[in-house]
């Protein structure tokens, strides 16, 4: 059996991948470019069923329960009008999917990690240079190592990607975003305020254990923008502009940006890979098939990625030859479909017309208002992310008696 595997990336994928790889008898190490694990104010993001079923075989399940953002009630405030919709979140997320938690993307995380920390070699502040095809490997700072497989997981900017691929830039689907940390003045506790308007939306949500609020900013752009994702000022500025004017509330939390102490900014684009596996390489969740940031619910895709590629390597008792191109079949369809919920998804969200502002928050209302039933009947008949949450399915991967996971 394959026994040293590589993993590029301790963010959420990277560390799920390694808790079931160790769990099936695999040798791990995690490299982070990161001096530590990642603490910047990122956003909230969601994990549907699959995922919080492979968090419950993990033994982890409580944590992130613990953890939830606990966002149940959402005031949506149409650009020009007097009034707000008033919303009940947690009855929209009940009717998207029978088992759902909203956390912050840090906490995840570090959940992940913990989870099979004293089982996994992590070594953070290094970074893969180079990948022969034999298998070894070089580093900025440490001696070359040979391993017999290297995964990226190093999300949609994937390092490793391109070392291995070459350049495989994304497909723009019109839309970008960012997020930023602010203080929570207003004192919002599961609550979510947004505003909407054409080709912009904004939203501040706040929770007890967050260290402040945070405001998340989706605006369209009918082409890419010139902008490298490290251009952290013209990133602050080209947001500025798209949100300018839209309601003083907005303006007030656009005067945080540059007192932030945490900021993220990218285009929301899909990668569209034939393949994400090369020899000794594969990929995992955004570094191989991000459906696009902050619409398609590529962190759920991502556990769920990690949970197959360590079973299909397990099954095929460490042939990459094998495993991998059984973990692309697996995993080939939810991609798919996660791609074409991103993209329903970011036309609701940033509409394009003042009918679909509207619509957004007169539809949420409506279903929030619904009996539970009828609600999820209604947002599965018009959504296309509701309908991939619930009817994905996964296989069970079991590990061998002495490795079973804990918990």
């Not at 070392?163 to 599961?190: C, E, K, Q």
């Not at 890979?273 to 895709?301: F, I």
């Not at 619509?359 to 599965?380: D, F, K």
């Amino acid at each position: 059996m394959t026994s040293r595997i590589l993993i590029s990336g301790a963010g959420v994928a990277g560390p799920v991948l390694a808790y079931w790889l160790t769990r099936h008898g695999f040798e791990v190490t995690v490299v982070e470019r990161a001096t530590s694990l990642r603490k910047t104010g990122a956003h909230a993001v969601d994990l549907f069923r699959p995922a919080m079923d492979i968090s419950e075989k993990m033994g982890v399940l409580s944590r992130v329960e613990e953890r939830a953002t606990g966002t149940s009630r959402m005031s949506v405030h149409q650009e020009g009008a007097r009034r707000p919709v008033r919303v009940d979140l947690s009855k929209i997320f009940g009717a998207a999917s029978g088992r759902h938690v909203e956390i912050m993307r840090d906490d995840l995380s570090e959940i992940y990690h913990d989870a099979a920390r004293d089982d996994v070699e992590y070594v953070f502040g290094e970074s893969i240079t180079a990948i022969s095809p034999d298998g070894e490997v070089r580093f900025e700072n440490a001696a070359p190592r040979r391993f017999d497989l290297v995964v990226g997981a190093d999300g949609l900017h994937s390092n490793v990607r391109r070392l291995v691929f070459g350049d495989t830039p994304g497909a723009f689907i019109g839309a970008y975003f960012g997020v930023l940390t602010l203080p929570n003045l207003s004192g919002l506790d599961g609550e979510l305020v947004m505003h909407v308007g054409v080709g912009r939306t904004v939203g501040v949500y706040g929770a007890r254990h967050l260290d402040g609020a945070r405001a998340l900013f989706l605006f369209r752009s009918a082409y890419e923008l010139d902008c490298h994702h490290h251009d952290v000022p013209r990133q602050k500025k080209l947001l500025r502009e798209a949100f300018d004017g839209m309601h003083p509330a907005v303006d007030r939390w656009l005067g945080e940006l540059d007192r932030s102490p945490a900021f993220y900014f990218d285009s929301i684009s899909q990668l569209r890979m034939d393949s994400w596996s090369r020899g000794r390489v594969t990929l995992v969740g955004d570094a191989g098939y991000s459906p696009g940031p902050a619409v398609g619910g590529s962190t759920s895709l991502g556990v769920v990625g990690a949970y197959v590629l360590a079973g299909e390597l397990a099954r095929a008792g460490g042939d990459h030859e094998r495993a991998f191109p059984a973990y692309e079949r697996a995993m080939a369809e939810h991609v798919r479909g996660s791609r074409e919920a991103a993209l329903s998804a970011a036309r609701t969200l940033i509409p394009t017309s003042r009918l679909g502002v509207a619509g957004l928050a007169q539809g949420a209302r409506l279903i929030s208002g619904l009996p539970s039933g009828i609600g999820r009947a209604l947002l599965r008949l018009t959504t296309k992310s509701a309908r991939l949450h619930n009817s994905m399915t996964v296989e069970d991967y079991p590990c061998p008696p002495s490795r079973a996971p804990l918990g």
